[in-house]
């Protein structure tokens, strides 16, 4: 009984890891597609993992309004904030949606697996925006897929 539940463990595992490099560069070219879309900037491509026994962890970088260069004008500090502080809530909107549709969908996660993406956030204004996180994160279960978490560290 112990080595055909072993046999079927192993058969299953390669399908799964097999299914996630498929899925790997779309669902990645996704969050960046997502990011963008906000009008924030991608400082670092994100990256995709499969984890075993937890599912898979998309993490980038990205940086809601770009640092000033010398020769750019500045921005009053009120109208950055009310700039940051949209992009944040679209963000983490686009975000609920995009693990919502995509947990359904991806094959390479098991049935009790999650889909977590994690966000670092760079702080270009820290003067100005001084709560500003540094790390956004949505996770929905695959059995669960209208309980999504989204949090900010």
């Known amino acids: 009984m112990l080595t055909s539940l072993l046999a079927v463990f192993l058969l299953l595992a390669p399908v799964t890891v097999d299914a996630f490099k498929k899925e790997m560069a779309p669902l990645q070219s996704g969050v960046e597609a997502l990011i963008v879309s906000t009008g924030a900037q991608v400082m670092q491509r994100s990256h995709a993992i499969y984890l075993e026994g937890y599912g898979i962890v998309v993490s980038t970088e990205i940086v809601f309004e770009r640092p000033q260069g010398p020769f750019d004008t500045p921005k009053p500090p009120a109208e950055l904030r009310k700039l940051v502080d949209q992009r944040r809530k679209d963000l983490q909107e686009k975000l609920t949606a995009f693990v919502k549709e995509r947990i359904v969908r991806t094959e390479s996660i098991g049935p009790t697996d999650s889909l977590t993406i994690v966000i670092h ?4 204004h820290p003067v100005e925006l001084p709560t500003l ?5 949505v996770t929905v279960k695959k059995d669960a897929p209208q309980d999504v978490k989204p949090r900010e560290f």
């Open 121 to 124: 956030v760079l702080n270009s």
């Open 133 to 137: 996180p540094v790390q956004m994160q």
